[in-house]
């Protein structure tokens, strides 16, 4: 599936590489990013736009089946957290989220009771953290504790625990900003690429 700044969701057969359908004109602004459940059950995939609202929509029939909304801005990357079974969004608002899988807010108390931590939040608190930052560059979710990474307008990139809010580390070495991370599980390393043309 690929989306693109002229609004169009894209389906592709792999195999012989016809297009198989087409949605124009899916959002009101140019779509930013898309990723699928990893889950065969579920069947479902996710975009975001500029106009700072996500859907989620069957990879079936192509219908829109949940909505993604909390976003104040352009709502720049989604991905599918595996471990956790829900999509994490990066916003220009500065902010990461999380969501069900229809796109209903993730309930912080739900996230703390999947890590096994016990921890006193407020009923109905979402899964949110805000960053000192000027948008998101990247994002990704480390497959083994579910944490979300990020890379930031300072060229940093940053492992996040959202259930305690908090920065696990920090990784600075990049002079412009990382456009794509991935996590080498049996290494246990991440690769991030940058503007700055590295890999590191």
């Not at 930052?133 to 579910?146: D, I, K, N």
């Amino acid at each position: 599936i690929s989306v693109g700044w002229d609004q169009s969701i894209r389906a592709w057969d792999c195999v012989n590489g016809t297009l198989v359908h087409t949605i124009e004109y899916a959002h009101e602004g140019a779509i930013t990013s898309v990723d699928a459940t990893s889950d065969p059950d579920l069947k479902i995939f996710a975009t975001t736009s500029a106009d700072g609202i996500g859907y989620v929509w069957s990879s079936e029939n192509f219908e829109v089946v949940g909505a993604i909304r909390g976003h104040s801005a352009e709502v720049s990357h989604v991905k599918w957290n595996a471990l956790h079974q829900n999509w994490v969004t990066a916003s220009e608002d500065c902010t990461i989220r999380m969501w069900g899988h229809l796109g209903e807010p993730s309930l912080k108390a739900d996230l703390l009771k999947k890590q096994g931590l016990d921890r006193q939040v407020d009923i109905g608190e979402d899964v949110l953290i805000k960053l000192d930052t000027e948008g998101f560059s990247a994002l990704a979710v480390e497959p083994v504790q579910g944490h979300v990474i990020v890379g930031l307008s300072d060229a940093s990139v940053v492992i996040l625990d959202m259930a305690r809010e908090i920065v696990l580390q920090v990784y600075r070495g990049h002079k412009d900003v990382a456009r794509s991370i991935v996590c080498v599980q049996d290494k246990n390393q991440l690769i991030t690429a940058g503007w700055d043309h590295s890999i590191r």
